[in-house]
């Protein structure tokens, strides 16, 4: 007994601060959401449990099979840029470029917009889609005679996933790079001696030895962008007209903008929900659980 003690003692040293603060910001919210989602909590903070009826008013609420479409297309389409442009830029300055200190001054330059403060981020995109004629993409179209466009109007969703996905592809590429760089250079060699094309590395030697970082990349970036909605408040706010809202945005305009607790909950909850289920699709379509078994040499 005394073993077992003492051989779990380490473990429990290590881990227990941060299995704690798992519980405290993680598990507890998640449980309080699914409390409240079931309440009419309001902006007096008083609350009674009545049931299903946030989840009827969910479905009841004409706006909300647009914004679980805007929440698809805006998860899907920028999922794409953070993890295959980010593979890309990984590739570019690991691979294709050679000399290490070059490599790190673009991974570094790709890096300033994720360690810039959100509002700096978005305020650059802002002037960049800027209706007026100062702004970067109506000044290009002045060149050519052409009037100023109102782009955030008339394009909501597309300004947002190129905004999102051109700083979540930083992540990727920092992941990746580490990734590709710890594949041994013999294997690089050997391929270089065979006469093997770019291609070929890539898709004997390279990507398949990046499947977890590739795996990890996709759910990790798929859960944040389910989540978040920082750049598109920022942004757009989710307008014009729901044109860019979101679950998530949705949620935080419902509990603390129309002081709708209770309901804002509720959204939350739905959104807890599919996160699990898409993880657990994600993780059976990535194959984790042969990825996790024993080699088998044949």
Known sequence: MNV????????????????????????????????????????????????????????????????LKNTAVYVGFTLLINVFFGFFLALFTTYFIQRESLGLFFRTVWMLPRISPPVVYVLLWLWFFDPSEYGILNSFRSLFG?????????GPMPAVIVANGLIGASF???????????????????ADVDGASHWSVIKDIIFPAIRW???????????????????ILLLTDGGPL???????LYSYHKAFQHFEFGYGSAVSLILVIIAVVCSLLLWRFFGMKRMMGSAKIE
Do not use: C
Request: net charge neutral; hydrophobic share 55%.
């Open 242 to 248: 729901y044109g860019s809202e979101v679950l998530a």
């Open 172 to 190: 990727g590429m920092i992941i990746f790079s580490s990734a590709i760089k710890s594949i041994p250079k013999e294997r690089f060699f050997a």
């Open 4 to 67: 077992q003690k003492s051989k779990w003692k380490l473990p429990a040293v290590m881990l227990g601060p941060f299995l704690l603060l798992i519980l405290l910001f993680f598990f507890l919210p998640v449980l309080l959401i699914a409390v409240l989602a079931f309440t009419d909590m309001d902006s007096a903070m008083r609350w009674e449990f009545h049931g299903l009826e946030n989840f009827r008013k969910m479905i009841a609420d004409p706006n909300i099979g647009l914004i």
């Open 213 to 231: 970082p590739f795996m990890f990349v996709t759910i990790w970036q798929f859960l944040s962008l389910l989540t978040s909605y920082e750049y």
């Open 146 to 154: 052409l009037p100023p466009e109102p782009w955030l109007n008339a």
